[in-house]
């Protein structure tokens, strides 16, 4: 490494950190790590990288790997540790370089994993027994950290590299026999193939990564990959990114080119990630861009993509960067020089746009400091499952500090639970959703299916809601109810007129709910004793420090706002409901109301 620091200014520097917390770009604020050498290496960012390190290495030092008589059934911290760890030893920059303490606490790493491994190279990972997609997530820490220890082949640290090499080949036979369970399983074991054949070469690594590749590699005309989720975008995108400088597969950065350029759309400016759309369990979390942050640095580099040298920029501005990021990193660049590289200085990007995604139905709109989320694209019918999106979300609102954090629809119609709209149309400024639901009631059984015991068919209700002994596919509907509802919203400059309709039978409780953010201030709303807001009547704010956003006029017809969620929920005792300030307008159908939201 160039531009090394001494022991003792380390030392000084370290002092600030070293007793636990971890190091924030503010010690970086003067010239001490000037960059003399701009055009090879971004050695400011490797000097935070190293000390950031230093301090975890300390941390893991001062504290056992395992709780005593506690079986661990998750290997993800002990391989990350083992990253942190072999990257110290290995750097001659580092105050651990060649510590025989540190060796020793790496070796007890190892030593945990390779008794843990089961015959056939696999570990377990909670309720996934003998797991090879789990095992090749702990071989993306464990390669790296064999790589950058075999750059310095040292005789000390001989047998921690036989025992990298024993556990990682062993592994590499589940990775090259075993099995997966989801879309981007298949791209994790790739890499992790691409790792290990590039450390300990076999044709069989290579032959098993061709034979999952040639399924092909599933991007729709948006941009996502077919879970499109936040969380297993950056899981996929890393294993293609590793697969490419592996194995010489330039094509395959194409895809990750196309993934990184939507998720520069569903970045918030405070680094949050728009979600609402995942097929996966991110739909229901919150989740943050830094994710992402190797596979936008890597390819920032690689092809002085503005968007891409943006997103670098915004990461590493999150104080998830100094958390997340910086302690847990120096690895991977000590492993991929081309991560060392200093980020190209391109032009700046127009972070103002309109953006709709229309295989997702999900519209991306930002206006200055103002953010807005539309989102109609939910799969039907409608289930609560892993691979299905389901989110009841259909707006989502920021005004700087300020954020609605969702807005939701539901009424009382045979306890269906919430408005979830089939799909957006968009006719210029205007988005469009709509939905329909029907309910129905059943006729006597014909003749010949009644049965004298009246033992039926346990079965499903032909509408979907309920399961009972009533064999209702032999059964004649009727009664059929319908209900149509409707939303319009208008964006002009960022601010939103919204159109409810909600048509169908007469008398149905209809809710609109609003949540903010919470610790907010809302005004212009009155509180019950469950602590919601309801908006009776004008207009309603929500102020976080200097910003607010407006919205209203009010209606309150009825104060039924439990059991939203439909009885599929309810029943279970369930609930969608999110921590946050709840706001309230109600009325009944047939239902018209129309809002502004600015």
Known sequence: MKNKMSRGEFIKLGGLSLVGTLVSNSIFANDFFLNKNKTKEDVLLMKKLLLNNDAKVKIILNKALVEPNVRLSNFRPIASAVTVMAASLSNSSSVYYKSKVLAEKLNEAMDILLKEQYSDGTLDA????????????????????????????????????????????????????????TPNHRWVVCAALANINSLYPDPKYVKRIDQWLAEGIYMNADGHYSERSGIYS????????????????????????????????????????????????????????????????????KTNDPVF???????????????????????????????????????????????????????????????????????????????????????????GDSVLRYMRLSTSFFRMGYFSADGIVKEGNKYILKESKEADYYQPLAAEFIKPDGDYKLSESQDGRFWNKMDFESRTRSNVKKQVTMIEIVENNGALDIDFIVDGPPNVEVTIEMCFKEGSQITGAVKDEKNNYFLKTGTGQLSAGSDSIQFGPGKCEHLNVENLDSEEYTYHQGSLRTSGEHVYITGYTPFRHKMTIS
């Open 234 to 301: 950056a899981v996929i995108d890393k294993a293609l990114i590793t697969i490419a400088r592996l194995l010489d597969r330039p094509k395959l950065l194409d895809i990750v080119h196309k993934n990184l350029t939507t998720y520069f759309y569903y970045t918030e400016p405070n680094g949050d990630l728009v979600s609402v759309d995942s097929k996966r369990q991110d739909q229901f979390m919150n989740i943050k861009v830094n994710k992402f942050y190797l596979q936008y640095r890597y390819m920032a580099i």
């Open 309 to 399: 040298v943006h997103m670098v920029n915004v990461i590493e501005n999150l104080p998830e960067f100094t958390s997340e990021i910086l302690p847990d990193s120096l690895c991977f660049f000590m492993e991929n020089e081309e991560l060392r590289k200093p980020i190209p200085a391109v032009g700046s990007v127009t972070n103002d746009f309109e953006k709709f995604f229309a295989l997702s139905n999900l519209a991306r709109i930002r206006r200055g400091n103002t953010s807005v989320t539309l989102f109609g694209g939910n799969d039907k019918p409608l289930e609560i499952v892993s691979g299905r999106s389901s989110n009841p979300n259909f707006l989502m609102y920021r005004k």
């Open 126 to 181: 909670g309720g996934n027994r003998q797991s090879p997609p789990d095992t090749a997530f702990v071989l993306e820490s464990i390669c790296p950290a064999a790589a950058v220890l075999n750059l310095d082949k040292q005789k000390d640290f001989e047998g921690l590299r036989n025992k990298m090499k024993t556990f990682i080949v062993n592994a590499g036979e589940a990775m090259v026999t075993g099995g997966i369970h």
